[in-house]
């Protein structure tokens, strides 16, 4: 089974940017589609970004143009980009792995982003 561990969350001013990564273990990443979702206090979970194993990228609409997903397979790494970051970004952020075949699904354990003055 594949783990997730991702880092690189904080506390950012408005305006200002987070690089988030996810790393993998116990697998390679290479064949799966990865994600990002966000969850804010009192609200359900999302859909942040997505990147197939070709590379092919998807993207929530309040993020798009701000945000950027990212993969390198040689790393078994996903990142995340943010730019230009607003106070609704504040929320936990979590990797996800899209499994098939022998592989079900993992999620990690989510970083905390805080976005304030």
């Known amino acids: 089974q594949v783990r997730l561990v991702e880092s690189g969350g904080g506390l950012v001013q408005p305006g200002g940017s987070l690089r988030l990564s996810c790393a993998a273990s116990?697998?390679?990443?290479?064949?799966?589609?990865l994600s990002w979702y966000r969850q804010a206090p009192g609200k359900e979970r999302e859909l942040v970004a997505s990147i197939g194993s070709a590379g092919s990228t998807n993207y929530g609409d309040s993020v798009k143009g701000r945000f950027t997903i990212a993969r390198d397979n040689a790393k078994n790494t996903m990142y995340l980009e943010m730019n230009r970051l607003k106070p609704e970004d504040t929320a936990v952020y979590y990797c996800k792995l899209t499994g098939g075949g022998m592989y079900s699904d993992s999620w990690g354990q989510g970083t905390q982003v805080s976005v304030s003055p």
């Open positions: 116990g697998g390679s990443i290479r064949i799966f589609t």
